[in-house]
């Protein structure tokens, strides 16, 4: 806590946002498109903060994170329609996850760099093919749900979640178990010489990861009442995305996600609007143009930026302005 | 007896197909060290290239197989001058790989969007005269399109291995591969080697496009199931050991086909999935290669 | 032949070569000598084109090698032997030779010039078929010289020739270089950490430290300089510097 309030004038601009998230739609009316676009901005939120805290903090890359997140989507869903209350069955959705990272995690975590990735593509992909064998036909909430459905109350759900991810995030890398997670990343062999258990923390950052993407499809369970294919909640989608989102916004810090997953949403939406049936497209294309020319993110690039400021400011062109 | 054979047989011939996808991505990945998730979207291009020239032009789509490689291969230079060029000045090859991971799903973002645009989301596919025809060898049936798809197959993987042991070219993509300093100090030039290895990667992955769409049926997301099997053969061949690759599609195909007898067919996938996991697990290196 | 103009050089943002000016002649064997780390490797590096300096020029018969890639250098008629010989290690012997005359203009008489490197270090035409990874250290050397041979260079440049070679080997290879200096007229420009072996094989030298200049001479003159005894010899190879 006392970095908090030894840091509150950085933190400021944050609160503001956070404080605003949070009043504006108790004082304002608020249209369902925006609401709703909300909800999945903080469920990208989630995701990446989830996805960040093992490949970007850890180094592992993980590319089976649809798995867990599809996990929790399921079991908040089912847990949810027998009557138990929505914040509770979030919560179990989080740790069912976590119980699938330990099946999964254990295997694939002896694997090292890129053979873990594929290893987690290849799990992941056999959960989706069982889950679409298991559940041929469309799910849905019972009609009581559905009739019932307010989604100001998934709002809060999803902000809720959100600053839980964040903090839960911020606690870990800011504590020894951050440390050691960091240490794996650097050097994993240098790091076992020193006498860290990487396999120990590997384990740990994937179950909290594995945690928070399931909290995330706990929030997806309760906006969405409707599956048609149930597996494309576990399509490799769900994790190429918060990775896009972490890769844009910074590897290894706690904003770049949450920047990342700002650009993703927004812009996505942006291109919709404006650009109709083409904007996938030209989205596709601007991501590309991100990894080219910010390869260390948007936030990890900071000092380039600066760095071509200060160009720009000494070149004889902007003298002449 | 006969179900086992034919069992067997099928295998072989969707193994053959799994072998041909991973040729292209173990090219790039041996050499470049470049994960190109956007082959299995250059696949699907490369099936609707075909499709096209069948559909307007009634070209048979073993016919266009040319054509296919001309163009496909263009495209790959395309991809390699716009996208992966630059990333070749990153600093160390772990950035190159998660890097070109992020830019070729970019691309496949782009591809995908734009085929659907443009060719609508319906599957597609090329019913020629002879598709569901089969020889009947000893009882067991062998379709003709999976006999040309496992012929293709075969041929791709000598025509390359002919090109990487015998001719200037594929000495200078081995030489870059192991030491690309070295290499352009003896006078090579790396980087149209890898120029040239892009496009050669890429019209791989158009003819594995050309089989798929006369045997199966291409759409523009279809992409990533086959990618997927394409890596899981490229990584059980073992890094940069291209001649391995067709032997083990093979392999991957068998224990895929073979699995019906164990589990209902719709999980046959998940079997070989499950089973290279756990080869992975005592051998990363792959089947065919030596530890270290 | 071969001119280097007043170079600056960086590793990213740190200067390694500061203000570096030498000329090499045609026909000459010079060396240049220098502690570990004193930027002797850089200037090879620069000159053969993978590296870029920031400020000065090079240019090697009248040619300006600034803008040039490494592969173009090549083809021009300098070839390296780089650090730690750098071979092709899954590839053989042969098939290193031949990666060697990668340059058009050798590609054509390769046959002959692979028969002179045989001439010169026999031991390879044995090994022709091995992995060069197999080699040892002596052998990996005779091949890397040969490969860089096989281009028909006009200047050759070795980078460290000497590191982990027995005297015998050391002598052996040293005869082979000014004989073909003598014989086909081959300039050589030869880093070497030993200077009692540098010195002894060149015409002569340039005294690098700290990424500059320190001075130059004949081979005789340096070697009788109060500062070289001081400084380099009198001291084992392994001790200063590293």
Redesign the interface.
């Known amino acids: 806590m006392s970095t908090i309030t030894a840091n509150w004038k950085k933190l400021l601009p944050s609160g503001i946002v956070v404080a605003a998230c949070i009043i504006l739609p108790m004082v304002m009316e608020i249209g369902t498109h925006i609401l709703s676009l909300m909800v999945m901005l903080f469920i990208y939120i989630i995701l990446s903060q989830s996805w960040s805290l093992i490949g970007g903090y850890t180094g592992q ?1 993980n590319l089976g994170l649809a798995a867990f997140f599809g996990c929790g989507v399921l079991v908040t869903h089912f847990i949810w329609s027998i009557g138990v209350p929505i914040y509770l069955a979030v919560a179990i959705g989080g740790i069912s996850a976590m119980f699938l990272a330990a099946v999964i995690g254990l ?2 975590l ?6 873990f990735a ?2 987690t ?3 992941a ?2 959960c989706r ?2 889950v679409g ?1 298991t559940f041929t036909r469309m799910v849905q909430m019972p009609i009581y749900y559905v009739v019932n459905y307010n989604l100001i109350s998934r709002y809060y759900l999803g902000l809720v979640v959100a600053l839980i991810a964040v903090g839960v995030v911020y606690l870990v890398t800011n504590s020894k178990l951050g440390l050691a997670m960091a240490a794996v990343r650097d050097d994993e062999e240098a790091g076992q010489v020193t006498g860290v258990n990487t396999f120990k923390y590997k384990v740990l950052a994937l179950l909290i990861s594995a945690f928070l993407a399931g909290l995330g499809g706990g929030v997806y369970a309760f906006f969405q009442l409707t599956f048609q294919f149930v597996s494309s909640v576990f399509s ?1 989608l769900w994790t ?1 995305q918060p ?2 989102a972490v ?1 844009i916004g910074g590897v290894g810090t706690l904003a770049g996600p949450i920047i990342g997953s700002v650009f993703l949403v927004i812009l996505s939406e942006v291109f919709a609007i404006t650009l109709g ?2 904007h ?2 030209l ?3 601007l ?2 143009l991100v ?2 020319f910010f ?1 260390y993110g948007l936030v990890g690039s900071e000092h380039k930026v600066r760095q071509w400021m200060a160009r720009v400011r000494r070149s004889r062109l902007w003298k002449a302005i | 007896m006969e179900g086992v054979i034919q069992t067997i047989v099928y295998g072989i011939v969707v193994g053959a197909l799994y072998g041909l996808i991973a040729l292209g991505l173990g090219l790039l990945m041996g050499i470049m060290k470049f ?1 190109n998730i956007a082959h299995g979207t250059f696949i699907m291009l490369g099936g609707y290239v075909s499709f096209w020239l069948f559909t307007l032009w009634g070209i048979d789509p073993y016919l266009s197989i040319p054509l296919v490689i001309v163009a496909m291969f263009l495209i790959g230079l395309l991809l390699y001058k716009l ?1 992966l060029s ?1 990333l070749l000045k ?1 600093p160390h090859i ?2 190159r ?3 070109s991971l ?2 070729t ?6 591809l995908d ?2 085929m659907t ?1 443009v060719w609508k989301a319906d599957v597609r596919t090329v019913i020629a005269s002879y598709r569901g025809e089969a020889l009947n060898l000893f009882g067991v049936r062998v379709p003709y399109t999976g006999l040309a798809g496992l012929g293709i197959a075969v041929l791709a993987a000598i025509a390359l291995y002919f090109i990487l042991s015998r001719t ?1 070219f594929g ?2 993509v ?2 870059a591969t ?2 690309a ?11 149209q080697t890898y120029l040239i290895s892009c496009g050669i990667a890429t019209a791989l992955a158009g003819i594995a496009g050309v089989v798929i769409v006369s045997s199966y049926s291409v759409m523009p997301t279809g992409g ?2 086959w990618l ?1 099997m394409g ?2 053969v490229m ?1 059980l061949a073992g890094e940069g050991n291209i001649n391995a690759i067709l032997p083990a599609g093979i392999i991957l195909g068998l224990v895929e086909s073979l699995s019906v007898f164990v589990v ?1 067919i ?2 046959r ?2 079997i070989a ?2 089973i ?3 080869v ?2 005592f051998r ?1 290196q792959g089947l065919f290669t030596k530890r270290g | 032949m071969l001119e280097i103009s007043h170079v600056n050089v960086y590793y990213g943002d740190l200067q390694a070569l500061w203000d570096v000016s030498l000329t090499i002649g045609d026909g000459e064997i010079v060396t240049l000598v220098g502690s570990n780390g004193a930027g002797k490797s850089t200037i090879l590096k620069t000159i ?3 590296l870029k300096p920031k400020t000065g020029s090079i240019s090697f018969e009248g040619i300006c090698l600034d803008k040039l ?3 173009r250098i ?2 021009l008629g300098i ?2 032997v ?1 650090e730690g010989r ?6 053989s012997v042969l ?1 290193n030779l ?3 005359a ?2 058009r203009v ?2 054509k008489v390769k046959h002959n010039t692979i028969g002179w490197i045989y001439e010169l270090f026999p031991i390879l035409m044995q090994r022709a078929k091995q992995e060069a990874g197999t080699l040892s250290g002596g052998e990996q050397q005779m091949l890397a010289v040969g ?2 041979l ?2 028909q260079p006009r200047l050759l440049m070795i980078d460290e020739m000497s590191l982990g070679l027995s005297p015998l080997l050391v002598q052996e290879i040293s005869r082979v270089i000014k004989d073909i200096n003598k014989s086909r007229k081959i300039t050589i420009f030869l880093v070497e950490q030993d200077v009692n072996i540098a010195l002894s094989m060149a015409d002569r030298g340039y005294i690098v430290e700290n990424g500059r200049i320190q001075s130059q001479g004949t081979a005789r003159a340096l070697l009788d300089s109060e500062r070289i005894k001081e400084a380099y010899l009198g001291i084992s190879p392994v001790g200063k510097g590293s």
């Open positions: 890359i295997p694939t002896r694997l090292k760099g890129v053979y594929i290893g593509l290849a799990l992909e056999v093919i069982v064998n490799p190429f990775l896009m890769m049936e083409a996938l497209i989205f596709g294309i991501f590309i990894v080219l390869p | 994960l996208t630059p990153l772990g950035m790989i998660s890097n992020l830019i799903f970019g691309v496949i973002y782009v969007n734009a645009l200037y000495k200078h081995r030489a192991q030491d300093e070295a290499a352009s100090l003896c006078g090579v030039n790396v980087q990533l199931s997927l890596i899981v990584v209902p719709q999980y996938q998940a999935l499950l290279f996991i756990i992975l697990m990363p | 053969s084109g993978l890639p490494a592969h090549a083809g070839s390296m780089p750098r071979l092709f290690p899954q590839m098939e031949e990666m060697g990668s340059i050798a590609r490969r860089a096989m281009s």
